[in-house]
Structures are given as structure tokens and as C-alpha cells.
């Protein structure tokens, strides 16, 4: 195994590897990076596998895992996000901003699930409920003279970038911090938000999300379940790995072009190091 692989906290049993290895491959790697390789046989693996909660949670796992890497590879990187979010940025915004980086061409990626944030900044801020409906009603059908009134499901295909939406609502680019807190519903940062959760380990119900997409190759609104008439998004395992294995060949062709080696070194547990220094520092 490459010896930076460590550092993901992954560990692979000689059978998986043998399994990996039979699956027909549906992405093929761009170099001969073993680091590269490893990613693109676990998105494989990934849309093979029996559950798609399991397989979207996992995906997100390895992108988070590639975010991580990316700041401890690029300390310059890391100080410019730091630098940007006035401190240690949320693991959110570093999904976010780690797919725009190495696939900005991705026609998804640069997206905002709009009508999580509308819905959400009507919720959080009623005073204004009129601004947020603006944007819901050009996305949900809401016409009861409508023959799809009801029962049509939200257009996910309206979502659009940060920018477009801040030309859509004015008030958006007039107010930097509402503008800022944007990022955090672009789909990189609310995939992290709302799969990377622990608690979707336990299969529960979520009134965020939805699986109604499975494994295609998009996103997907659909109403909530809880019968408050607001919506939930889902995430087609497809769409998130080929997220995963076009984002590992862009940052490993940076790495390259850097003289990095991918993850070289890096050590999962030291992650802890300073944590368990401290409390043990207060042992008297």
C-alpha cells in the first residue's frame, strides 16, 4: 500500500483488495499514482455496494479525507482558507472549496442548493420570509390553478452558482455576511453537512435528505416526510463519485506539477497528538 494511505484512518482486508480487482472498472485513472488508484477502485467498490446510504457516506468520507490531505500537503493552501474563514475553516467549506479547486469545470460542483438555503433563511430570519420566497416560488410550483400543483417535485435543475443567484436576489450581494454564509449550501458543503453526520451511520430518518435519486448521476429535491411541507435534497452516488475520482486525478496532476508526493508521511493519529498532550499537561 502506498505508505501515505495510512493517513486516511482506511484500513483494507487482503479479500477487499481482491474484490476491488475483479470489478469491472467503470473510471479509469489517469496516471499510474497508486494514491490516484486507490481512490478510483473505491468509488468502484462504492457504486457496487449493496446500500446507497452506505456507499454516499462513504464517498463523502474519502472526499473529506482528500480535503484534509490537500491542507497538510499545501500549507499555503491552508493559510489562505484560514486566512479567509478568520481562523480554522469548517470542514464544510473545505469540501466546498477543495472540489471547486481541482474540478472548477465540474457543471455541478460551483452549484448552491438553493432551496435548502432559501427555506432555511426564511426559517432563520422570518423578517425576511418575502426575499426568501422570491427565490422558492421560481423553483416550487405553488399555482393551485396548476395541474401539477401538489404533487410536481422541486426543480433541482434551477440550482445555480453563488454569483448567479446573488444577480437573481440583489439583496444577497448586499449583504457580504448573508452572501458568505452562502458557501455553506454550495453542494460540496452541505454533501459534507448533511452525509458526513455520524448519526447517517445509524440509518435513521433524516428530514434533510432523501434517497429517491440513488445512485444516478445528479441531485434531487423531494418534500419532506415530517409533513412540513419543506424539502429535502438528495445526492445520486454516481454524482459523488465521479466527484471523488475527477477531484483525486486533478489534485494528484497538482501534486505532481508541485514535487509533492500525495499524503507522503501523513499519520492519522497525530491528528490527536496536541489534543492528548493538553490533557495530560493538566495532570497535576
Not at 9 to 37: N, R, W
Not at 62 to 81: C, H, N, S, T, V
Not at 217 to 232: A, F, H, N, P
Request: charge should be neutral.
Amino acid at each position: 500500500m502506498h505508505k501515505g494511505l495510512r493517513g486516511l484512518g482506511v484500513s483494507i482486508c487482503y479479500i477487499e483488495i481482491q474484490y476491488l480487482h475483479q470489478l469491472k472498472m467503470k473510471y479509469k485513472a489517469l496516471t499510474t499514482d497508486p494514491f490516484e488508484h486507490y481512490f478510483y477502485e473505491h468509488a468502484q467498490w462504492l457504486e457496487e455496494a449493496w446500500s446507497v446510504t452506505a456507499a454516499n457516506t462513504l464517498a463523502t468520507s474519502y472526499l473529506d479525507a482528500l480535503a484534509e490531505i490537500w491542507l497538510r500537503d499545501f500549507p499555503d493552501a491552508k493559510k489562505k482558507l484560514e486566512k479567509d474563514n478568520s481562523g480554522k475553516p469548517p470542514a464544510s467549506i473545505r469540501l466546498a472549496r477543495f472540489l471547486k479547486q481541482f474540478i472548477p469545470n465540474d457543471p455541478d460542483v460551483n452549484k448552491v442548493a438553493v432551496l435548502c438555503f432559501a427555506e432555511d433563511w426564511k426559517h432563520y430570519r422570518p423578517q425576511d420570509a418575502h426575499l426568501a420566497d422570491q427565490i422558492i416560488n421560481k423553483r416550487v410550483n405553488k399555482d393551485p390553478n396548476n395541474i401539477f400543483y401538489g404533487n410536481e417535485v422541486p426543480k433541482a435543475y434551477l440550482d445555480v452558482p453563488r454569483d448567479e443567484l446573488a444577480k437573481e436576489c440583489p439583496e444577497l450581494a448586499a449583504n457580504p455576511d448573508l452572501l458568505a454564509l452562502v458557501e455553506e449550501y454550495e453542494y460540496g458543503a452541505i454533501l459534507y453537512s448533511l452525509y458526513r453526520c455520524p448519526l447517517v451511520h445509524t440509518a435513521t430518518n433524516s428530514n434533510r435528505t432523501n434517497g429517491f435519486v440513488g445512485r444516478e448521476e445528479r441531485s434531487m429535491y423531494y418534500w419532506s416526510l415530517d409533513g412540513s411541507g419543506r424539502v429535502t435534497i438528495g445526492f445520486g452516488t454516481h454524482l459523488i463519485t465521479r466527484w471523488l475520482c475527477n477531484a483525486v486525478t486533478g489534485y494528484v496532476q497538482a501534486c505532481h506539477e508541485a514535487g509533492i508526493i500525495p499524503a507522503n508521511n501523513i499519520d492519522a493519529g497525530s491528528s490527536q497528538e496536541e489534543r492528548f498532550k493538553k490533557l495530560w499537561s493538566k495532570i497535576k
